[in-house]
């Protein structure tokens, strides 16, 4: 469970510390920040060590890796999402009181491969001050996607670049045998900055991959069902190029990887004319993006005389509502399994 932000640590907190490091991360209008990035993508590897007594504090950026961090520290830690859901984390912007949060944090982690956006610069400066973990660090780069939504191929083994951790699609936890992996980094992570508990670490990670492998094997049970030419799949934005490849479906998105772009209509008319000549029975929006490209390509598509539907709502950048199955990273995939394979079975 996601715990509450602890406001009680930042109260506490050391003014001078705390008044310090907003100046030094927001500066004052006409000022520049000169704060230097470090030359990787990623931060550098974590050398602290927990010194505290109770659980440990982390902030995570989205709900999908803070589900992950829960599940890995389990009683040891305690976590806090920036991006609850329905919030973009292409377009979050942070404030004072974000900085807060994560200057009263033991560790933060977060996605990593500009999903973040806005965040990204950030969050980079704080690797200097903070303990930081970009899940991305985990993840072989022979697995990410590059940019270009034309070619499905992975990057070649043994590119461990800094172009492709700067390059690559970030949206890798669609596909869940790759989150599966993602997390042995997270373990190893969290063992090495609270090695008296490294033994649970690793133990909770193994049951975490246990499950996510099964749900991974779920997954593809559930679409194989899907006739050929069916399994087509439009959705809002690019977000879904990973569960493509995992899962053997053709995705197109209305807008690019970030929901920064905007989808111009020589994109909506490509879609309309490969919706109609495919028969295609339905298209899907996402529960943190605006449904009104997807609005405007349905009723292109009827104009043409096809009848499509709305196959239903999917989880892309966050997690479902809490309270909901979608609440966690494995409820919000199984609903994704569900909703596609319902909608392009007719």
Not at 77 to 85: A, I, K
Not at 164 to 180: E, K, Q, S
Not at 285 to 310: C, D, F, P, T, Y
């Amino acid at each position: 469970m996601v715990a509450p932000i602890n406001l009680f640590r930042v109260v506490i907190a050391p003014a001078n510390f705390l008044l310090w490091g907003l100046l030094w991360l927001f500066p004052c209008s006409g000022c520049r920040d000169a704060t230097p990035l470090p030359s990787s993508p990623l931060p550098h590897p974590i050398t602290e060590t927990y010194e505290g007594t109770g659980p440990i504090q982390i902030v995570a950026t989205v709900g999908m890796v803070g589900d992950m961090v829960q599940a890995i520290g389990g009683e040891h830690v305690q976590v806090t999402v920036l991006c609850g859901p329905g919030v973009d984390p292409h377009l979050f912007k942070p404030t004072r009181d974000h900085v807060a949060q994560f200057l009263a944090s033991d560790l933060i982690v977060y996605a990593g491969l500009h999903l973040e956006g806005k965040l990204n610069d950030l969050l980079l400066r704080l690797s200097h001050q903070r303990p930081i973990y970009a899940v991305a660090q985990g993840i072989d780069p022979k697995y990410l996607l590059p940019p270009d939504s034309s070619d499905h191929a992975p990057a070649k083994a043994g590119d461990v670049s800094s172009e492709i951790y700067n390059t690559a699609d970030p949206h890798a936890w669609m596909d869940v045998a790759i989150w599966a992996e993602a997390g042995r980094g997270l373990a190893d992570c969290l063992s090495r900055f609270d090695p008296q508990n490294a033994a649970d670490y690793q133990a909770n990670y193994l049951a975490y991959q246990r499950q996510l492998l099964a749900l991974h094997e779920f997954g593809q049970q559930r679409l194989a069902k899907i006739k050929l030419e069916q399994r087509i799949l439009v959705t809002s934005h690019d977000a879904f190029r990973y569960f493509g490849r995992a899962y053997n479906l053709r995705v197109e998105g209305v807008q690019g990887l970030s929901t920064e772009s905007e989808a111009g209509l020589q994109r909506l008319n490509g879609l309309v004319d490969l919706l109609v000549a495919k028969r295609v029975p339905a298209v899907f929006v996402e529960s943190s993006v605006s449904a009104k490209n997807m609005q405007a390509l349905i009723e292109g598509v009827q104009a043409r005389g096809h009848q499509i539907s709305l196959g239903g709502e999917l989880h892309a950048d966050s997690l479902g509502p809490a309270n909901t199955s979608a609440s966690t990273y494995q409820g919000m995939m199984r609903h994704n399994f569900e909703t596609i394979a319902a909608a392009l079975e007719e």
